[in-house]
């Protein structure tokens, strides 16, 4: 337990507020940390967003800031701990607030949701956490914990009037609904789900249609992903009795089309979980995706994961499930089983919350590094100075874990 039993403010660093992985995980601990915990959360973004409203119903503060305010903000509020989810999957100018916090000696976490190597030295994070075992490979770095995404299983309303809800959606009653419901990324690979859909009009004679549903994600030009379905769409011929795009659609929604989709249709790259997958399992939706980074690990035994960039092999699987009525229903029992099992919050909050208070309570002089380290000056190419600090950009550094 914390040595000092007051509440704490702990500050959690997202880059956006629209929906996606980083912000349902988000909302689904500070969700259950609140109910039995003295840490208080707070959010900071870059951005607003859509998935606001979500954050709100929790009680919770919300500050909306540029990156280099927010050393600033958390000491002026004064935060305790800061939980950054941004880091790793965003690119290094915007890493500043973890360079301002280090010098603060703020202590910070970084929780790696992305599938990418480090992106800041880790010399400046008390501790890192990452959610799957690809992720620690890609990591390189000892001492990472990993701890799986908890999924809100109480949010999971299983509806047995499907007929009425594809009557509202205006989704065909007599047809097998291929979807997946995700941000508009590069990653997310939207226009192989679309391409696949196409193909398979070809070789299957069961009836089938397509739905899809998300918003852009924040780093993309405005309108680009958009635009590359509706061309896509547009030179395949689609038209709106194959196919539906939805956009942005609130919790509930998202609920409602999960229990219409027969089949999660998702092939996508750089995931460093996969938080899609496991909503769609707990609906009992066999998953159809490639075999890269956590996919396999997270999906498990509750679909088909084949090999990482073989569109044929998706497009046989895909056909396999939709030809195979009992195959989807086993598929879809095992996922969900896997989930119900697997990411209960309850016992992966508590980890998170032990591992915050670990680092309160050993954020003083002696302890403050999380890694001993060196620097060997390189060529010196060139000397920015963000904020009050001097960050050399070419340097080269090696870690070794501290004892």
């Known amino acids: 337990m914390i040595k000092n039993i007051e509440h704490k403010n702990i500050f959690h660093v997202v880059r956006g507020l629209n929906h996606g992985g980083i912000q349902e995980f988000l909302y689904t601990f500070i969700k259950y940390s609140n109910s039995n915990s003295f840490l208080k959360h707070h959010i900071v973004s870059r951005f607003d967003g859509s998935f606001r409203p979500m954050f709100e119903q929790l009680d919770c503060p919300i500050f909306i800031c540029d990156d280099k305010e927010i050393a600033y903000l958390v000491k002026n509020n004064e935060g305790n701990c800061v939980v950054t989810h941004d880091v790793n999957g965003s690119l290094p100018f915007l890493h500043q607030h973890a360079y301002d916090l280090f010098f603060k000696r703020i202590p910070v976490i970084n929780y790696v949701h992305n599938a990418f190597p480090m992106q800041s030295p880790p010399c400046l994070f008390k501790k890192i956490i990452t959610t799957s075992k690809s992720n620690v490979s890609i990591l390189k770095l000892n001492g990472v914990v990993t701890v799986p995404i908890p999924i809100d299983i109480e949010r999971v309303a299983i509806k047995k009037n499907i007929a009425e809800l594809k009557n509202k959606w205006r989704i065909p009653l007599n047809k097998v609904i291929l979807g997946r419901i995700s941000r508009l990324a590069p990653n997310k690979l939207i226009l192989e789900t679309i391409k696949a859909y196409f193909e398979l009009r070809k070789k299957t004679n ?198």
């Open 206 to 403: 069961v009836p089938i249609f397509l739905l899809l549903a998300g918003e852009e994600a924040a780093y993309v030009p405005k309108g680009s992903q958009i635009n590359m379905i509706k061309d896509l769409v547009s030179s395949l011929g689609l038209t709106d009795e194959d196919f539906l795009y939805l956009g942005i659609v609130t919790d509930k929604e998202k609920q409602e089309l999960l229990n219409v989709i027969d089949i999660y249709s998702a092939p996508t790259s750089k995931e460093g979980y996969g938080i899609a997958f496991c909503e769609a399992a707990l609906y009992g939706k066999p998953v159809v995706t490639y075999d890269n980074c956590a996919n396999k690990e997270v999906v498990g035994n509750g679909g088909i994961v084949v090999k990482n960039e073989d569109f044929k092999a998706l497009v046989e699987a895909l056909k396999l499930l939709i030809e195979n009525t009992e195959l989807r229903k086993k598929l879809g029992i095992q996922g969900q089983s896997l989930i119900n099992s697997r990411n209960k919050p309850a016992l992966i909050i508590k980890q998170v919350e032990d591992i915050i208070i670990d680092v309160l309570n050993l954020n003083n002089n002696i302890y403050f590094y999380q890694y001993n380290w060196t620097i060997k000056m390189a060529k010196l190419k060139k000397i920015i100075i963000p904020s009050l600090y001097k960050r050399l950009l070419s340097f080269r550094f090696n870690f070794k874990e501290s004892k």
